[in-house]
């Protein structure tokens, strides 16, 4: 069974730094892409960043609200993926969700929560 466990979220007035971790366990981690997706309030889930797995070219993707101020990275030998938000605002407040998406089907983590003040 797959397990995918966030941490990192909190607190943090605008234009401060956060970084989220994902840890996955009962998968084969590195042949997987991840991804991280947010929720806000009265909103539907979106996707923030995702990368591909190293062996298909660790390529990543985000949504254009956050290029330049987010960074997606891997480390494959502690199964945990993470996401480095910087120059947060206050619309980036929203529960953050870890995502896998697996050979044949795909798992969320239980979220953790961002809240940025202006």
């Known amino acids: ?29 590195s042949r997987n892409t ?5 929720q806000a309030p009265g909103k539907q889930r979106e996707l923030v960043a995702a990368i591909s797995s190293v062996s298909t070219g660790g390529s990543t993707d985000y949504q254009n609200s956050v290029k330049g101020r987010f960074t997606i990275s891997r480390e494959d030998i502690k199964n945990t993926v993470y ?7 206050p619309e980036d407040t929203a529960v ?7 050979q044949f089907r795909s798992y969320w983590g ?4 961002v809240t940025v003040s202006s």
């Open 96 to 102: 953050y969700y870890c995502y896998q998406q697996g």
């Open 110 to 113: 239980q979220g953790t929560q």
């Open 34 to 38: 991840m991804a991280w997706y947010r």
């Open 83 to 89: 996401l480095q938000m910087n120059t947060l605002k």
């Open 1 to 29: 069974q797959v397990q995918l466990v966030e941490s990192g979220g909190g607190l943090v007035q605008a234009g401060g730094s956060l970084r989220l971790s994902c840890v996955a366990s009962g998968s084969t981690f």
